[in-house]
């Protein structure tokens, strides 16, 4: 489907540099991707994302006065194809690398993963039987069952929805400040 937008055009200055990009969360506000404003404001105009944060500065058009989007998120019309990988990285992801046992957030070379039913007594390496965990709550577990350890996770894991798990974002010292709070969780600690 074309769609025809209205002419929107960036006043230059060095206050309103025109490589402002945006930030696109999935419909449950998980970093998706990042994108041209312009490739944004398509999204907008044609119903597939709404407007979460803006920046500052303004966007003109001959009838409108946009402020270009700083995070926009897709409407329930995305649907996403890719099934989401297991890999440890992306059990952190999940997880949003907090130890589900003492609810700790943590830096990566702090956190291993947990089988809640051990692989000794037939658990499997998995979505639904892993848990991210700091490395004290893992040794305190050991070997048990969450039952015989009294240790349950904070959320029962499952598989994610199909994605690719990991944020656009790494480094939050590079990203504008209108994206940290959307970022933030899916960060380490300390990142
Ligand atoms: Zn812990």
Not at 119 to 125: E, I, N, P, Y
Request: aromatic content about 12%; proline content about 8%.
């Amino acid at each position: 489907m074309r769609v025809r937008l209205p002419l929107l055009v960036p006043s230059l200055s060095k206050d309103n540099p025109v490589e402002h990009r945006t930030l696109v969360l999935t419909n449950w506000f998980f970093p998706y991707q990042i994108l041209s404003w312009q490739d944004a404001v398509t999204q907008i105009y044609t119903g597939d994302a709404t407007v979460v944060a803006e920046y500052d500065d303004e966007l003109r058009g001959a009838s409108v006065i946009w402020k270009y989007p700083a995070v926009v998120r897709l409407t329930s019309k995305f649907k996403p194809k890719r099934k989401t990988k297991f890999s440890r990285f992306n059990v952190f992801t999940r997880d949003r690398f907090t130890c589900q046992y003492c609810f700790q957030r943590k830096r990566m070379s702090e956190l291993t993963y947990d089988h809640m039913v051990p692989r000794k007594r037939g658990g499997q390496t998995k979505w639904d039987n892993i848990v991210t965990a700091c490395k004290p709550c893992n040794s305190l577990k050991g070997s048990k069952t969450c039952d015989e350890a009294g240790m349950f996770p904070r959320v029962l894991p499952v598989r994610p929805k199909s994605l690719p798990l990991v944020s656009p974002v790494r480094d939050l010292s590079r990203a504008p400040a209108e994206w940290h709070d959307f970022v933030r969780p899916y960060l380490p600690a300390y990142a």
